[in-house]
């Protein structure tokens, strides 16, 4: 099996597991844009609640992601992604037969123990290759963000039809289609990746919280979050008093979600052809900061909405898609399994937090007053942001070693490290493993050729 492309075993995992995770995200995701409007038959609805409503998951979520991925590694990925999505589709019909904003924050908070996104990432790894992982993932990320942008303007048109109860039974039948997925199509793992490519490990976690740059990372997907639960608190309610009715909301989503797209892949195209990351990542936030004030004032006009919701999205999509890829490059070798599990983490409890402190806002100051919050916050990541590092192309390879001893791992390490291009090589006696670190125009094969070398002096 040649390493030009994906096999077709690699491809199979891909769509499969993608699918999986977008339809689970996609049910997370469809009722945000419309329980502000079709929650308000519900007991005790109040904006305080609404936010609850819509953040409840993210709290599961960010408390059990790590845990979660862990006992994948002890009991199987599978079992732990069926039994995760068995906990979703149970959260779905709670809050689709709740008659109180309370029942279906009971229903939210049981969608989030459902938290498999680890195990299915882990799963991801241990079925592909070192050097193909990265296009797998990818294909995982790709799939993750249409899934929010589908779940943007499926939420208003489905609701329309079937009711709010109605979009959490379509989200139950979502889970249901995920368990069948998971069970007859994603393939079964016959290994498990190396532990610093899939799972967090406590001793990495702690120095992953010492990291600088690793932190103004977790900082930016908790506050992006936070400002995307926080907008859709208030977001529907602005567009209604605007004269459009809940109904017809995806007329203002569709076409502004597809022009931020168009308007998203030229940025991250610049940024990376011209080694720009930071300055294109500080450029988002601002203008995520300006669609923000645009907001606040647009004075109930559509089109106005309509304008920031093109700018807030274009610097969403753009830093949704950056920050995964500026934590895999700013991993030190080894530790990306850890890196990522604080990432997710952070930004579940960015999506909580998001909900309460927006319900609170709305009550007290309004629409106006909580879009103007969320500006702040924007400047104080900007702020935060300025710190970063411009990091390079690098790409992270796995490769496996056969060592005896410590010594024996020391002496490779010191040779892979003398290889031009590699700027980072740790080599794990326990996993009989070397992670690397090195620029995009690297070769693979130089490492490997010094390996094998190796085994056979």
């Known amino acids: 099996m040649g390493d030009v492309g994906l096999s077709k075993l690699e491809q199979k995992a891909a769509m499969s597991l993608a699918l999986v995770f977008a339809l689970r995200m996609l049910g997370l995701f469809m009722i945000m844009p419309i329980f502000a409007i079709y929650g308000r038959e519900l007991d005790g609805y109040s904006p305080?609640?609404?936010?609850?409503?819509?953040?409840?998951?993210?709290?599961?979520?960010?408390?059990?992601q790590i845990p979660m991925g862990q006992l994948s590694d002890r009991v199987?990925?599978?079992?732990?992604?069926?039994?995760?999505?068995?906990?979703?589709?149970?959260?779905?019909?709670?809050?689709?037969n709740a008659e109180s904003v309370y029942g279906v924050a009971?229903?939210?908070f049981l969608q989030g123990t459902g938290a498999v996104a680890s195990a299915i990432l882990a799963l991801a790894a241990d079925v592909t290759r070192d050097q193909q992982r990265p296009k797998v993932m990818g294909v995982i990320g790709v799939c993750i963000g249409l899934s929010f942008a589908v779940s943007l303007v499926a939420g208003p048109v489905l609701a329309q039809w079937v009711g709010l109860s109605g979009i959490f039974y379509v989200t139950a039948v979502l889970a249901l289609v995920g368990i069948l997925i998971v069970h007859?199509?994603?393939?079964?793992?016959?290994?498990?990746?190396?532990?610093?490519?899939?799972?967090?490990?406590?001793?990495?976690?702690?120095?992953?919280?010492?990291?600088?740059?690793l932190l103004r990372l977790d900082a930016g997907i908790f506050l992006l979050h936070l400002t995307l639960t926080a907008v859709f608190v208030a977001l529907p309610f602005e567009l209604e008093g605007a004269g459009l009715v809940g109904d017809h909301h995806w007329w203002v989503y569709f076409p502004a979600l597809l022009l931020s797209f168009i308007l998203m892949v030229p940025m991250l195209i610049i940024a990376a052809k011209k080694k720009m990351n930071k300055q294109f990542f500080l450029f988002a936030i601002a203008l995520m900061m300006l669609a923000l004030c645009v907001m606040a004032f647009a004075g109930g006009s559509v089109?106005?909405?309509?304008?920031?919701?093109v700018l807030y999205f274009t610097a969403f999509n753009f830093l949704e898609a950056s920050l995964p890829a500026m934590i895999s490059m700013s991993a030190p070798a080894g530790a990306k399994g850890s890196a990522m599990g604080i990432y997710s983490t952070s930004q579940f409890a960015g999506a909580f937090c998001g909900g309460i402190i927006a319900g609170s806002l709305y009550s007290s100051l309004g629409?106006?007053?909580?879009?103007?919050?969320?500006?702040?916050?924007?400047?104080?990541?900007?702020?935060i942001s300025k710190g970063l590092e411009n990091?390079?192309?690098?790409?992270?390879?796995?490769?496996?070693?056969?060592?005896?001893n410590q010594r024996e791992a020391e002496l490779i390490a010191e040779k892979l490290i003398s290889l031009s291009g590699i700027q980072e090589a740790v080599v794990v006696l326990e996993e009989q493993v070397a992670y690397l670190k090195a620029s995009k125009d690297f070769e693979i094969d130089q490492a490997l050729n010094l390996v094998r070398e190796q085994h056979r002096s």
Request: aromatic fraction near 8%; charged fraction near 10%.
């Open 391 to 404: 990091v390079g192309q690098v790409t992270a390879h796995t490769i496996s070693v056969e060592i005896k």
């Open 184 to 213: 007859y199509v994603v393939p079964n793992s016959t290994s498990k990746a190396p532990s610093g490519d899939a799972s967090s490990n406590a001793t990495k976690l702690k120095a992953m919280l010492k990291n600088a740059q």
């Open 76 to 96: 199987g990925r599978k079992p732990v992604i069926i039994g995760g999505l068995v906990l979703f589709f149970i959260g779905s019909l709670v809050a689709a």
């Open 48 to 64: 305080l609640w609404v936010g609850i409503v819509i953040g409840a998951y993210g709290l599961t979520q960010a408390v059990l």
């Open 303 to 309: 089109w106005l909405f309509a304008l920031a919701i």
């Open 106 to 108: 009971v229903g939210r």
């Open 367 to 383: 629409s106006q007053g909580l879009f103007l919050v969320m500006a702040v916050v924007m400047l104080a990541w900007l702020c």
